[in-house]
């Protein structure tokens, strides 16, 4: 499965961005996928994650995000945002997003719980 990362940029703090994830040729509704982020030195941290649509395409938020960023999926688009907003210097990193099929009872916050990444996508924020 490859997946495709879209939407980073610069910005300046208090900002907004919109991440995309799209799989082509794969219905991505079918498939529970995540927004990890890493900055250099630092280790593979998971940002959210939306749910595959048999499992109620519920949500999961890492504790610094919840309130400013919001995971969705267009399943007619066959995309998975993250929209994010009032952006911090701490947000900077290159943001990944993966995918997996299976169903973990789990939260499915570490990265291994994914088995199809797509390419980074950089997000930098600045003052």
């Known amino acids: 499965v490859q997946l495709q990362a879209s939407g980073g940029g610069s910005v300046q703090v208090g900002g907004s961005l919109r991440l995309s994830c799209t799989a082509p040729?794969?219905?991505?509704?079918?498939?529970?996928t995540a927004w990890f982020r890493q900055a250099p030195g630092n280790e593979r941290e998971f940002v959210a994650n939306?749910?595959?649509?048999?499992?109620?395409?519920?949500?999961n938020y890492a504790d610094s995000v919840k309130g400013r960023f919001t995971i969705s999926r267009d399943n007619a688009k066959n995309t998975a945002y993250l929209q994010m907003n009032s952006l911090k210097f701490e947000d900077t990193a290159a943001y990944y997003c993966?995918?997996?099929?299976?169903?973990?009872?789990?939260?499915?916050?570490?990265?291994?719980?994914?088995?199809?990444w797509g390419q980074g996508t950089q997000v930098t924020v600045s003052s």
């Open positions: 040729g794969r219905t991505l509704s079918r498939y529970t």
């Open positions: 993966g995918a997996t099929e299976r169903h973990v009872a789990g939260p499915m916050t570490h990265h291994s719980d994914y088995a199809y």
């Open positions: 939306i749910r595959r649509s048999l499992s109620s395409s519920s949500t």
